[in-house]
């Protein structure tokens, strides 16, 4: 296994924990509060359509030409990297509430106490709830399983890490019965931002015909560049922050 | 015709997410590189010196708002 392989298969298997504890929060405040009967239904029918949304985009993926691939699939996690990269050192830096799981399941139970009783076999509410949160996370889980994969001929590896993720969660959701919430997520998804950012700009500009000085060993460098880009973010946000908090405090 | 508009949000919202100036600006970092590839200049560093300024410019607006 190559360096790049490990750091794909990490790169999916932090990704996909994330999302899955996402996904477990959900099914489990509205599982425990209203009906399991159909919050399984409502899993059972995202994982189908998921299949298809897998059936339907993996072959069209893996078809194109491996440029065209590298530019659309580096864009694309670019973009998408970045949004993961703002989000987290928002978070770390204190302008933006922190991801905390156990806040989230509290106000799914809320949420689901306040829709009223479920009646009949199937109860839509739980369906609606645990269908769309299942299928939403997994369509993150499927886009990065199948870029990532897709980009450098390894569907079978970045499956089997997201396999792992998942498995993992559920297990230790069946196990505790409860949020994940001690999984250090927002720790989880800065790394999250940083990979898939930094595979972004690797196979982006490679894509559009850039040659690294280095080749492959270059993704280390970036892999590094974008971390140090990203602390140093945080550390002069953190710095505007305090001075801004004492500038209030002092005119007060 | 509001499920195709539902649709089209969730797809804005999915791949183009918080700041839209993001995704403009990978874009026009990967069509630069494209370009100055065509030439003898090298142009590896031109993606990660674009990643550097959109994350500084998106902080940048997210920070003012927050």
Not at chain 1, 212 to 235: K, T
Not at chain 2, 10 to 34: K, N
């Amino acid at each position: 296994m190559s360096g790049t392989d490990v750091g794909l298969a990490l790169a999916v298997f932090l990704a996909c924990t994330v999302e899955a504890v996402e996904a477990l929060t959900i099914v489990l405040a509205v599982g425990i509060t209203r009906s399991w009967r159909s919050t399984f239904v409502g899993i059972g029918a995202a994982v189908i359509l998921l299949g298809g949304v897998t059936a339907a985009l993996g072959p069209a993926l893996t078809a194109l030409p491996l440029d065209v691939l590298r530019v659309a699939v580096g864009g694309l996690l670019l973009v998408f990297g970045l949004q993961w990269l703002r989000k987290a050192i928002l978070r770390a830096s204190g302008h933006k509430a922190l991801h905390d799981e156990r806040e989230i399941y509290e106000r799914e139970l809320s949420a689901a106490r306040a829709a009223g009783r479920p009646a009949g076999r199937i109860d839509p509410y739980s369906f609606t709830i645990s269908f769309k949160g299942v299928f939403l996370e997994g369509l993150e889980v499927i886009f990065i399983v199948l870029t990532f994969g897709a980009n450098q001929h390894r569907v079978g590896l970045a499956a089997a890490a997201a396999g792992v993720a998942v498995a993992l969660v559920v297990i230790a959701g069946v196990a505790i019965h409860a949020p994940l919430a001690r999984v250090p997520e927002n720790t989880m998804k800065f790394a999250v931002g940083v990979m898939l950012t930094s595979f972004g700009t690797f196979w982006g500009a490679e894509g559009a015909g850039a040659h690294w000085p280095g080749g492959d060993a270059a993704l280390l460098a970036v892999i590094a560049g974008i971390l140090l880009c990203a602390l140093a973010a945080v550390a002069v946000m953190r710095g505007r922050r305090a001075a801004v908090s004492s500038e209030v405090v002092a005119e007060a | 015709m509001r499920r195709l508009r539902a649709l089209g949000e969730f797809i804005w919202e999915f791949l183009i997410g918080d700041d839209w100036l993001v995704a403009a600006g990978v874009v026009i970092a990967i069509g630069v590189t494209a370009l100055v590839a065509t030439t003898k200049v090298a142009a590896w560093w031109i993606l990660p010196v674009a990643v550097a300024l959109l994350l500084a410019l998106t902080l940048w607006r997210a920070s003012r708002t927050s």
